[in-house]
T-cell receptor, first 115, second 111 residues
Framework: GQQLNQSPQSMFIQEGEDVSMNCTSS?????WLWYKQDPGEGPVLLIA?????ELTSNGRLTAQFGITRKDSFLNISASIPSDVGIYFC???????????????FGAGTQVVVTP | DADVTQTPRNRITKTGKRIMLECSQT?????MYWYRQDPGLGLRLIYY???????NKGEISDGYSVSRQAQAKFSLSLESAIPNQTALYFC??????????FGPGTRLTVL
């Protein structure tokens, strides 16, 4: 079952504010991914992280692979209305028979942006 | 054109009916996946396939079956649909960097 804890579950923010969310795992991960899902659509990949400590940006989005390899963070700066949606973290653990080629997903953070 | 397509996008059916959801991809990836999404539960893996001759169960495979007809095609079947299989279903492909790319989803309602 799911082993990723993603928080917060939801957040209501005003346009222009910065947003932060995070994911923690009970085990070490080799890969962290962040996705965004718009209503009625499939998740879209935002950022992929492969090394502990890695900090990667994609426009106003910045994500970090935690030093302990058990967590990851996503920040959205200067939010705009189109940032509304559900953001998911996903990760892959060490290359064991059980985890190889599979991702574990967080339950998602619902972001609502008000004007 | 979308890299990962799913048909149908919406389906309403009755308990006991057999349903097939289809997925096609043009990304050239060997790995394909089927997920189910329920509110508040995120994405749960149903089945996955690493190549045409490889099929593996995920965490919630009971009541589902799959067929990998070709590298580009992976279908999901519900042999006898039940109401608690009402959900959003997503197909995904993966490259060797573990990045997964999702289709637009199928909304299935079982009455």
């Amino acid at each position: 079952g799911q082993q990723l804890n993603q928080s917060p579950q939801s957040m209501f923010i005003q346009e222009g504010e910065d947003v932060s969310m995070n994911c923690t795992s009970s085990s070490i991960f080799n890969t962290w991914l962040w996705y965004k899902q718009d209503p009625g659509e499939g998740p879209v990949l935002l950022i992929a992280l492969y090394k502990a400590g890695e900090l990667t940006s994609n426009g106003r989005l910045t994500a970090q692979f935690g030093i302990t390899r058990k967590d990851s963070f996503l920040n959205i700066s200067a939010s705009i209305p189109s940032d509304v949606g559900i953001y998911f973290c996903a990760g892959q653990g060490p290359m064991t028979t059980d985890s190889w080629g599979k991702l574990q997903f967080g339950a998602g953070t619902q972001v609502v942006v008000t004007p | 054109d979308a890299d990962v397509t799913q048909t149908p996008r919406n389906r309403i059916t009755k308990t006991g009916k057999r349903i097939m959801l289809e997925c096609s991809q043009t990304k050239g990836h060997d790995r394909m996946y089927w997920y189910r999404q329920d509110p508040g539960l995120g994405l749960r893996l149903i089945y996955y396939s690493f190549d045409v001759k490889d099929i593996n169960k995920g965490e919630i495979s009971d009541g589902y079956s799959v067929s990998r007809q070709a590298q580009a095609k992976f279908s999901l079947s519900l042999e006898s649909a039940i109401p608690n299989q009402t959900a959003l279903y997503f197909c995904a492909t993966s490259d060797f960097g573990q990045r997964q790319f999702f289709g637009p989803g199928t909304r299935l309602t079982v009455l």
